[in-house]
């Protein structure tokens, strides 16, 4: 089935750990995006990348960080957790030039305690 | 810079009656995009419509449309014939002209919608 998979679907993780979130995409969009979305605060970008081999940081990137080795993976790693990382974290996807509509992955519901 | 806002934090509507979302936006770019996307209590985005900043008509999709009124920088979401399926949270979104690398998109903070039976 075409789409985005996230894992892992929830995750539980004491503070300082390192953590890394994974994103699969099958449709081969070259663009490929991770918000993290907390109540009152609607999505914010972390971090993006608008082709293989190339990232770039969004509003929110620090404590992040990305690698886009292959159009289809584009994973989010977290290098020393803390609480306010809490959040659902979502993967996202599109085809064309960035800003195009974007396809989202199921969500990774993250606790950081 | 650009911004979303909706102001509705939640909202009421009958079944199969129709519903408006408001949505305003601010941006200094000529072109841009404004997007509707639905939450569902599973969590998942659901894309729903689109709508260019020079497209001439209002985007339509089946039951929803979207209000364009470009000179009041407002994209209001129009849920025609409301469903026990629409409750949901949506969150309208907005695409504008590259800056920093990558063509940004906004999110607001969204409206929680429930349907009543």
């Known amino acids: 089935i075409a789409g985005i998979t996230q894992a892992p679907t929830s995750q539980i993780l004491a503070a300082g750990r390192r953590m890394t979130l994974r994103c699969t995409q099958d449709m081969r969009h070259n663009a490929m995006y991770w918000y993290r979305q907390d109540l009152g605060l609607g999505l914010r970008l972390i971090h993006y990348s608008n082709t293989a081999g190339t990232t770039g940081k969004g509003e929110v990137p620090d404590g992040y960080s990305v690698s886009r080795a292959n159009t289809d993976d584009f994973p989010l790693t977290l290098a020393s957790a803390v609480p306010s990382q809490t959040s659902v974290y979502f993967c996202?996807?599109?085809?064309?030039?960035?800003?195009?509509?974007?396809?989202f992955g199921p969500g990774t519901r993250l606790t950081v305690l | 810079a650009q911004k979303i806002t909706q102001t509705q934090p939640g909202m009421f509507v009958q079944e199969k009656e129709a519903v408006t979302l408001d949505c305003t936006y601010d941006t200094s770019d000529p072109s841009y995009g404004l997007f509707w996307y639905k939450q569902p209590s599973s969590g998942e985005m659901i894309f729903l419509i689109y709508q260019g900043s020079y497209d001439q008509q209002n985007a339509t999709e089946g039951r929803y449309s979207l209000n364009f009124q470009k000179a009041r920088k407002s994209a209001n979401l129009v849920i025609s014939a409301s469903q026990l399926g629409d409750s949901a949270m949506y969150f309208c979104?907005?695409?504008?002209?590259?800056?920093?690398?990558?063509?940004?998109?906004?999110f607001g903070t969204g409206t929680k919608l429930q349907v009543i039976p």
């Open positions: 979104a907005m695409r504008g002209a590259v800056s920093g690398g990558y063509q940004k998109v906004t």
């Open positions: 996202a996807s599109s085809d064309g030039p960035p800003g195009n509509e974007q396809f």
